[in-house]
């Protein structure tokens, strides 16, 4: 399980490797629950939450899961070419964009709902609603969801290059433009 702000490369990964990925929604609570409900091995957050099922006890702990890399590392002769093998991309770190007190929950459902009945479109991409609104493209991928804690917007943004990024970003910024162009400041 890997919550919405995880790289796109992450499910190609897991089932090149023989796993079953599941996307979630953000949130330590929400990611043991759905571990617990799903009966899954493994769950992380971009966060760097990561919980164990399997040899451990369902809940995150930091020094667990570097002893945990440290021997999947330790079966390679090159423990470097292993890291080094990952895929890389361009990407945002998380960009918080602050809104009133719950009206970021509300512009998050207006959005969702405007996808749902077709108003909103991403052409040649996929929209995931399981937490705000995950839009897949060939070669990247844009995020913008509701902050669980605090009242802003969270949007991050991945691609395989710096154009395909910026053509990602560009089209988040037409979405908030149509909705709310007071928040494009903060973008």
Known sequence: IY???????LATHILRHGGSPLMWKTGHSLIK????????????????????????YGFDDATYT?????????RSKNPSAVLNAL????????LNVPCAEGEHHRLVTELQARVAD???SFPGAEVNTIDGLRVEY????????ASNTTPVLVLRFEADNSAALERIK?????????????LL???
Do not use: Y
């Not at 895929?87 to 998380?94: D, H, R």
């Not at 060939?138 to 969801?145: I, K, N, S, V």
């Open 3 to 9: 919550d919405v702000k995880c790289t796109g490369h």
């Open 33 to 56: 629950a759905k571990m617990k409900e799903t009966e899954a091995e493994l769950a992380g957050e971009m966060s760097g939450h990561i919980f164990f099922g399997e040899r451990w």
């Open 66 to 74: 570097a002893a945990r890399l440290l021997e999947i590392l330790s």
């Open 87 to 94: 895929p890389t991309s361009f990407n945002t770190p998380e």
């Open 118 to 120: 077709g108003r909103l």
């Open 138 to 145: 060939p070669d990247g991928f844009g995020l913008m969801r």
């Open 170 to 182: 560009s089209d988040f910024r037409r979405v908030l433009r149509t909705a709310r162009p007071d």
């Open 185 to 187: 400041q903060a973008f």
